[in-house]
């Protein structure tokens, strides 16, 4: 595995394992492969701090059956949790496969877990609300979705777009700050592509865009690094 871009941090301090390592996998994202996921989680292993969580993201993606896929919600939530299940089960078949020692720093997560993290209880609530109230962030925000659904075959009409916003707005307080998970803070995430969305993530958190969310959400500054095939 090789560093693109890092936001938040430096390869140094990264590398020096001073950050608790996490890895985001999305269900829609097929540079998921059995490969890259071991190879992916042996990196971290060796740079994480003390603990290495891994996130599988599977009932946030079923926002994506639902509009893409013209799903009914209970079925969109129902499929995500399935998906997830499979690649649960790719990931305790490669954490079977290295030394013991190192298989007791690896937690497996979906993403209600991750939704149970006090901060982002606290802080869900309030993009959406920012999402409704304030003009600027929304706009921000529909860009973006727009910008990720430009090449779809489809034409997404304004509800299906802000539906697929909500797919942004759930996972914002988790990209800005991290998680907690059983006394570890996860702090550092890796994910084989840099995004409009981490660039947004790493302007809020620079106080470059919508400044006052910074001192309002107590951002802790969670770190991004893209880590790609070699």
């Known amino acids: 595995m090789k560093i693109g871009v890092i936001r938040g941090a430096t390869e140094k301090e990264v590398k020096s394992k001073k950050f608790n390592l996490y890895i985001g996998i999305s269900l829609g994202n097929k540079w998921f492969t059995k490969e890259n996921i071991k190879e992916n989680i042996l990196w971290c292993l060796k740079h994480t701090k003390d603990k290495l969580a891994i996130l599988i993201a599977d009932t946030l993606h079923a926002i994506n059956y639902e509009v893409r896929n013209k799903e009914k919600s209970t079925k969109a939530f129902k499929r995500a949790i399935k998906e997830g299940d499979k690649y649960e089960k790719i990931v305790k078949e490669i954490i079977s496969e290295i030394p013991q020692s190192k298989q007791d720093k690896i937690e497996i997560l979906k993403w209600e877990d991750v939704k149970k993290d006090s901060y982002n209880k606290k802080f869900i609530p309030f993009f959406f609300e920012e999402f409704s109230k304030n003009k600027e962030f929304r706009e921000e925000i529909i860009r973006l979705v727009k910008g990720f659904t430009k ?43 840099d995004s409009p969305l981490t660039r947004m993530v790493e302007k809020i958190q620079k106080k470059v865009l919508f400044p006052y969310f910074y001192d309002k959400i107590g951002i802790q500054k969670n770190v991004f690094v893209e880590l790609k095939n070699n």
């Open 151 to 193: 090449k779809d075959p489809q034409n997404f009409n304004q509800e299906e777009i802000n539906k697929l916003c909500e797919y942004v707005l759930l996972e914002l307080p988790e990209l800005l700050h991290g998680f907690d998970y059983k006394g570890t803070h996860y702090n550092c995430y890796t994910y084989p592509f």
